[in-house]
């Protein structure tokens, strides 16, 4: 018999808790102990989170946690996270960090990316970036996880067997789609519907603050220091996220090097067809399909992953999993909701 | 050859600007003499409203008119209408209210549905209801259109040849069905592209203004006070409209006093079949299906508009078009788009 | 410990099945022993359905059931499951069919409605409605449910209530929208994304087969003939109802009396605002908001479900957990993906 | 005063000759003398395309044409205009082919992108590719002109700049998104409104056939030999193409050319920002936002149409105005819907 795991959440009103807490509230082995908001505090879930009012509504949001608990999910502001997690280190809490605070070593970025000098740089080593296809082991052991952005979770498990198979190529051109969630919850004017719905335009093309992310990622895997091409698009939909790599290189048995790469692997499928979004929907699903065009030299590889499953909450669920020693998939919605 | 008419539009920011600025642009007769904006002024259009760019871009947004006018459009909120009226009505200009300051000739309906005691309640009585299938001669003579709500414009054009013929009838149930737009331009929680996808609600169900307005002009219509029963839900479209009214009735003919009444309209159309509203984007037609249930004897009559169309700012126009004494739908969009 | 239950699934491809198999691939106790379609016999399950290539991708599609099995659920066409049904019976099998095969007592609604006539009308009177919050105790015991329609689970619960106190009402109305997949998975012209996007419209506005079957229920539960005037309407959604029953009525404390009626039900919420669809979108649960108009002696009470989860399949398993004997609510999704 | 233009559409039923008679049923110098279609013949418009009803209600579908007309707009499938056009030639009529069937001039391509050899490749020179930006002076003297194909003009006209100033660049990436309506009218499975909803996927992943066809206008105009990697992907609107162009070149004063390129075309903007397709939904605009990344070395050009008017229809209604010596831009619709 497992051992119950107390769970805090941090920033329990957006979307990332939201879905954390979908998959929390089934987990046989988690009590959801504390559920603050500082913007917020002192109201019902249900005035903030409706469609929770069933399992926890009555449920009230506190400016602190009320009771103890053993793990805390960070659904904050990046600048909050970096400050909230040494205190919560020190307390011998273990942290799942879903902001980017603590995601890249190289402390130079954050300044330029996050807007903030880290103050907490010491850290940045101990952080363990939470991939577990990629990182599973520190993962284990680990009392920080860096839960990844969206963007580079679909994209670093599109790349990682060409990394870890030390193949050859180079000129990385990362076009990426997202739905509108991966924006957060604060209505803006490009995201009223009537002014999102019909329409389809890219953003931060000069510079996104998941470039260095990528980049610091593959530098550890590989010791390559690559510079990426990265475009992200926004579409109408709510949730999705298709990431398309472009390399080039000569080598061109891409289908077996990426099913070998993730043999057992309960979460990553390689297709045989382009993959759609809406297979991983509500998922920790990964689902990539590698192809390599001859007339280009070109391997082009396409990733689908819900952004806020396996983009975001749920795989900071398969990260908890791994930290407190249960089934790593244990409570994780595996089959998507269709249509 | 006709002359010019120079119009300024106030409040030139938001959707039902917008959508009578695409009308205007291409009119043979008009020149947009000011685009007046108090939250944006100094502001370029295309910064406010990127898709005009290439018809309006470099003229700027004014806090006050910079050059004289004929006929202004006022498309501010209700309490700034209301007060803005007497002072161009004063200097002899002609005015098109989008707003509901001047729609309904009980001033009692203000502080229940406005939030205001009517300070101009005289003008009340001035104010022509800007519905053409419906008050087409007044129109023509006005210095100052109410134009019609959405929903009423929908709604009344379904009952209007019920009114028309004496046909005895009672307990009026309006259920209409809103794209978003009708909702203004600001962003909401609601309205967030994530949570307005995928979802379908009810609001306003104990009162929207919109009742009042409905019972109003039909009691001008035919002296009858009827309390009508009207609930509004909101869908996932930017736009369209679409208004079922039941009545209680024993008159079954309904087609042939359907065909009747707008014979010869040009906006208006009875259908043989439920109409879609896709039929009708973009274009200020109205397409209407009338039928009786014998079972229940009823009549169901199914209008459909968009509600920025014909539901607000082309009719607007339409009243624009009768006030100058130019042809009806004169640069009046008649196809739709489609798909 | 519970016995395993082996279970078939009959018309294994389309939306109803879809999401039944979300249900049960997760339930502890079941075990899906065949998965038959004749239009797809042959295919593997991951070319017909291939969101559930993880879970399910290797199994085959096959024309007759391979294996033995205790229940049958039928996704069948209506003439197709009336002709298996007395088969699979006979043969000591119980039956969940979600087709209207079974749903109506009268068989003449069957000529008219469904365009057959009924060929095993002995089995009406056994066949038992199941929509456990009305009849729970004999869908315990049965063999055979019919599984209620859409429309018909929407707006029964929304009436019940009314029924249960022997409230005096009449002049019943129900404007229902629903989303799109309640016409099935068969692509057609209106259904077509460019056509369905931006589009509403109202169908079946003469007759609906809903509409004998809710009057059926509601004369068992009441004894009373009533006749109802039901329109529904598409809106560009997926998933998701919104039913609104508008009654003739003095009875105005509305709100205690669902609140008793429906205590103690898990899927089952009275809520004091309107509902939103997306609350309960990939769950079981409804949320019935009951207001009461005094203008117009109106009661007015809007209900919201997900058309193919307590308006299809989860409601389909909530019933088998019943005649299995499980817990009721077992396996069933109840916190809804959000956004 | 302009000379009347007789016109006649063949395949009168689908998207793009609805979007066609969206601008010509305003043109004031064209009359639509044939409305041809196979498929539907005898039919009325309003059965086919419920939304023409106002304009074109009566109008009966043809299978030929019944009078004469001086130029034909073909919206045909690929090998039926192949036939179609030299008979058409032959009788002196003018033509704008909306197929692919002329728009390639290496006859090669036709046997594996289009899966005919083509019949008629002594055409091939004399057709004019009708994308009026780069071919102005020959579509003037044209009397068979290729409307190109949608991510052929986006994309055509993000690459011209660079062609016509002789800038050296290579490794061509063109990853671009469409709205569904690209994939035409004819319902499919992955096309049914609850499966595109919420949904996004590449296809045509290894070769679409609209790749030969850009390097093949690129050879024409540069005499380059151009490999292009070109993935297409659908996102859930009905209109909208967005293509984004990847190049590895040192150049880098890409605004500079691609104003001075675009200086004085009504169709063409340079943003500086990146473009959203709704501001070209509806309209012949082409908005292009061109970029350098510096650390890639890769000039980053983003590109806006709406499939159906640059991308199709709109653009037809164009080359028929210089084909005929109409002004340019005549009844061609120039601003946005909005929202």
């Not at 920033?11 to 808790?17: E, I, K, Q, V």
């Not at 990964?286 to 749920?314: H, M, Q, W």
């Amino acid at each position: 018999m497992e051992q119950t795991l107390k769970v805090c959440i941090y920033g329990a009103t957006g979307y990332t808790a939201s879905e954390l807490l979908r998959a929390l509230i089934e987990h046989p082995y988690v009590e959801i102990t504390g559920l603050v908001s500082h913007s917020t505090a002192g109201k019902k879930v249900s005035e903030v989170l409706p469609h929770l009012a069933p399992a926890l509504g009555e449920r009230t949001l506190t400016p602190e946690p009320e009771e103890d608990f053993d793990l805390a999910f960070l659904c904050l502001p990046h600048s909050a996270s970096m400050e909230l997690v040494p205190e919560l280190l020190s307390k011998g809490k273990k942290v799942v960090d879903l902001s980017g605070a603590y995601r890249i070593r190289n402390r130079e970025a954050y300044p330029e990316f996050y807007g903030f000098e880290h103050g907490h740089a010491e850290l940045l080593e101990r952080a363990i970036y939470g991939l577990p296809e990629l990182f599973r082991e520190e993962i284990k052991g680990a009392d920080l996880v860096a839960n990844p952005g969206c963007y580079p979770t679909a994209t670093l498990l599109a790349i990682y067997p060409l990394l870890r198979e030390g193949i050859d190529f180079d000129s990385v051109i990362v076009h990426a789609l997202s739905g509108v969630s991966g924006a957060g919850r604060k209505p803006k004017q490009s995201f009223h519907f009537p002014e999102m719905e019909e329409n389809i335009f890219a953003y931060s093309v000069e510079r996104h603050r998941h470039t260095p992310e990528m980049e610091d990622v593959i530098f550890r895997l590989s010791g390559r220091k690559l510079n990426l091409r990265f475009t992200p698009v926004v579409v109408p939909t709510a949730r999705g996220m298709l990431s398309t790599v472009y390399v080039k290189t000569e080598f061109k048995e891409l289908r077996e090097i990426y099913m070998n790469t993730y043999e057992g692997e309960r979460f990553v499928r390689i297709s045989d067809t382009p993959p759609m979004t809406k297979w991983t929907l509500g998922t920790n699903n990964c689902v990539i399909f590698p192809t390599y065009d001859e007339r280009t030299s070109t391997a082009v590889i396409i990733s689908a992953i819900d952004n806020l499953g396996k983009g975001a909450s749920l795989q900071a669920v398969q990260n908890m999993n791994l930290m407190a020693g249960f089934e790593e998939g244990l409570s994780i919605p595996k089959v998507p909701k269709f249509p």
